[in-house]
């Protein structure tokens, strides 16, 4: 059988780029960098080509300086939302106990049990797949990670006693899911995407049930747009938390945070 002949950098930049990826060069080396073989080469540049999600190609997406594992139909940490980590780490920079609910691949409890000396870090989601990369992500840093919906997935003995919780929940109004880009669209969980008619389902869910796990002074932070911002920090304030909303110009990254008096 004759050996196969690798791809040249070159031939898979035109082949990313006869695809319509925007940074073709970018994404060649990374494809390059990741795959052991020739036939791996050609294997992940025909799925990438096809509309596969970089990182789902890879098999990894960076975030907050974390190579953070992400499954084929896990929805895929965006670069904005380390804006949400960093608002979580200024609000609470000695947090002992953090949740990260609706955790998808468990990337921003990872990057606070990496942050944070010693911390106590939970996450939940509702999907098994989405809870299995979770646990592959948190698991070297001593974090865990529970199947269920929303609080019904964590411990009974964290009630009252969480100091950041963090809940990047779906926003998208369900009328604007088709308007998303097709590597969203088409390859992440609708779960992890659809927000209802207005987007704050979820939010609602989870604000109402704040109160009841964190710890005083505790915080709620969630990632939501700009048209929506206002409204995110009304939820929250009708659950009892004092709100301000924080953003990322650069990042375009809007995060409501809340605090239990």
């Not at 608002?87 to 468990?106: N, R």
């Not at 942050?115 to 509702?126: F, K, T, Y």
Request: glycine fraction near 10%.
């Amino acid at each position: 059988m004759p050996t196969p002949v690798p791809l040249s950098p070159s031939a898979v930049v035109s082949a990313l780029r006869a695809a319509g990826c925007v940074f073709a060069e970018d994404e060649a080396e990374l494809l390059l960098a990741t795959a052991r073989t020739p036939e791996e080469t050609a294997a992940m540049v025909d799925r990438r080509a096809a509309g596969l999600p970089l990182e789902q190609v890879l098999g990894w997406a960076g975030f907050h300086g974390l190579r953070i594992t992400v499954e084929p139909g896990v929805f895929v940490p965006r670069r904005r939302t380390e804006f949400l980590v960093d608002q979580a780490l200024a609000a609470a920079p000695h947090a002992a106990v953090a949740v990260d609910l609706c955790c998808g691949s468990g990337a921003l409890g990872a990057a606070l049990a990496a942050a944070l000396d010693g911390a106590e870090v939970h996450a939940a989601d509702i999907d098994p797949v989405a809870v299995r990369c979770a646990r592959r992500n948190l698991g070297a840093l001593g974090g865990r990670a529970y199947q269920g919906d929303l609080y019904d997935a964590l411990p009974a003995g964290l009630r009252g006693r969480v100091d950041v919780l963090m809940a990047n929940v779906p926003y998208v109004p369900t009328a604007d899911v088709p308007l998303l880009p097709p590597e969203a669209r088409d390859h992440e969980p609708p779960a992890a995407l659809d927000g209802g008619a207005d987007g704050l389902d979820v939010l609602r869910r989870v604000a109402a049930g704040a109160p009841g796990w964190l710890a005083p002074g505790g915080c709620l932070l969630t990632e939501t747009s700009e048209r929506q911002a206002a409204d995110a920090a009304e939820v929250l304030s009708r659950a009892g938390l004092t709100t301000r909303l924080a953003v990322s110009e650069e990042l375009y990254a809007h995060v409501v945070i809340g605090v239990l008096p």
